[in-house]
């Protein structure tokens, strides 16, 4: 089971750290991705980290602003925004698979899913 938090308001140029826990498994031999979902379009792939966390991919639009990072010890994965704009607002969900090239471009292949976290940028 991964949980998702740390979403909430906040002011376009501030910043949020959003945190996924995993709970019954350790998810330390997955991918741990960051997608996010605005209201009225389709899910959208934001960020993958790689089981040991020595490859991290992420959509061009938050290239310079977010990173993903994990802590296997933990069993979780974090999403530092920075310079949020308002086009960042969306539900955020983590992922995990065992292929970060799935969780990369395949999300319909994705094995775990978290809850949302809501993200809300006000201009």
């Known amino acids: 089971q991964l949980q998702a938090s740390g979403g909430g308001l906040v002011q376009a140029g501030g910043s949020l750290r959003l945190s996924c826990a995993a709970s019954g498994r350790t998810v330390s031999t997955f991918a741990m991705g960051w997608f996010r979902q605005a209201l009225g379009k389709e899910r959208e792939f934001v960020a993958v980290?790689?089981?040991?966390?020595?490859?991290?991919y992420y959509v061009d639009s938050v290239k310079g602003r977010f990173t993903i990072s994990r802590d296997n010890a933990k069993n979780s994965v974090y999403l530092q925004m920075n310079s949020l704009k308002p086009e960042d607002t969306a539900v955020y969900y983590c992922?995990?698979?065992?292929?970060?090239?799935?969780?990369?471009?395949?999300?319909?292949?994705?094995?775990?899913w978290g809850k949302g976290t809501q993200v809300t940028v006000s201009s």
């Open positions: 980290i790689s089981c040991c966390g020595g490859s991290t």
């Open positions: 992922a995990a698979d065992t292929n970060v090239i799935v969780v990369r471009r395949a999300p319909e292949r994705v094995n775990y």
